[in-house]
């Protein structure tokens, strides 16, 4: 079956840096998509990866190993506005997104 | 720029109604999607449509129908609601146009099945 695992809730300071992991077990991998979702709201897109390696775009990165079946996003110099669910989604061998179930950041003062 | 807009945004409907959920892109997109997303699982796919004209069923299909008679519209009918269909449900199109083949999201439809 088809699988991405990520950690259900995190919790960070405002300033800190915050590192979110993302693994899959998917038929096919054609990219690997991290989208942010506010409360109430639709995701949106933040980064997509499709080769190894760091992808960098303001205070956010993302990273892939395909090999290990593995990303991450990592953001820095939190900021409360940041709060939200932070979705990761792969590009199966169909052409269809598999989304995880979501990590929800909280950002504490 | 509109993007992709949805209606209603909430509903509350009689278990055994019938309704459509609207959805509706201006950007040109082929691909077109209906996900439903429910606390502590990912976006599920219902329903997608490549272009105009074809259809097909994704991972929770059962109890819905959708239809594409052109490139803007892709609306979701549930014939006969559950309590179970209760959800959010996020319309959603996708750029195939460029590299990254993005999807994009509606704002959303929140329906409560009594």
């Known amino acids: 079956g088809q699988n991405i695992d990520q950690p259900t809730e995190m919790t960070a300071t405002e300033g800190a840096i915050v590192q979110i992991n993302c693994t899959y077990q998917?038929?096919?991998?054609?990219?690997l998509f991290w989208y942010q979702q506010h409360a109430g709201e639709a995701p949106t897109f933040l980064s997509y990866n499709v080769l190894d390696g760091l992808e960098e775009k303001g205070r956010f990165s993302s990273f892939l190993s395909r090999s290990k079946g593995y990303s991450y996003l990592l953001l820095k110099e939190l900021q409360m506005k940041d709060s939200a669910s932070y979705l990761c989604a792969v590009v199966d061998s169909n052409y269809q997104l598999i989304w995880g179930a979501g990590t929800k950041l909280i950002i504490k003062p | 720029t509109a993007g992709i807009t949805q209606a209603p945004t909430s509903q509350i409907l009689a278990a055994g109604r019938s309704m459509t959920l609207r959805c509706t892109q201006d950007?040109?997109?082929?691909?077109m999607y209906w996900y439903r997303q429910d606390l502590g699982l990912g976006l599920r796919l219902i329903h997608y449509?490549?272009?105009?004209?074809?259809?097909g069923k994704g991972e929770v299909p059962d109890g819905y129908s959708v239809s594409r008679a052109n490139t803007d519209d892709f609306p979701l009918t549930l014939a006969s609601a559950v309590p179970s269909q209760t959800s959010v449900y996020f319309c959603?199109?996708?750029?195939?146009?460029?590299?990254?083949?993005?999807?994009?999201f509606g704002p959303g439809t929140r329906l409560t099945v009594l």
């Open positions: 950007m040109r997109h082929n691909a």
């Open positions: 959603a199109s996708r750029d195939t146009s460029g590299v990254t083949d993005t999807q994009y």
């Open positions: 998917t038929s096919g991998f054609n990219g």
């Open positions: 449509s490549n272009t105009a004209g074809t259809t």
